[in-house]
């Protein structure tokens, strides 16, 4: 392939998944449904403003569904549709390139990137 010149879904693919927190919103996702302030709290340094205009973008692309369900409060959940799961593999090849790869920045290791792993290889 020359790579002078790119393929334009490769090159959509990644100008989707390089945007600022999308790949962290979309494995959040990935252990199943989550709620507008459980992605929030779970990603350090996301403003809300940013994770709703991410969230918004993902559902354009078809990457994450939202489902409202009609309770006293209302109830909102985001999670993966087909589309957005099947990047699941994706992000195991990241993690164990990352573990092989790079160093690690944490005083103690944490289960992470092992609990990455096993959640994604064994939904392949």
Do not use: H
Not at 18 to 44: D, H
Not at 53 to 64: H, N, T
Not at 92 to 103: D, Q
Request: glycine share 6%; hydrophobic share 40%.
């Amino acid at each position: 392939m020359n790579q002078s010149q790119m393929c334009p879904r490769f090159e959509k693919a990644i100008e989707i998944l390089s945007k600022r927190w999308t790949a962290f919103i979309l494995f959040q996702l990935l252990s199943g449904p989550k709620r507008f302030v459980g992605i929030e709290s779970s990603i350090t340094n996301l403003s809300g403003k940013v994770l709703s205009e991410r969230l918004k973008e993902l559902e354009a692309e078809g990457l994450i569904q939202r489902s409202v369900y009609p309770e006293t409060p209302v109830r909102i959940e985001y999670s993966l549709t087909d589309k957005g799961a099947a990047l699941a593999p994706v992000f195991s090849v990241i993690a164990s390139w990352a573990t092989e790869w790079l160093p690690t920045t944490a005083p103690i290791p944490g289960p992470e990137c092992e609990t990455l792993l096993s959640e994604t290889t064994s939904g392949s």
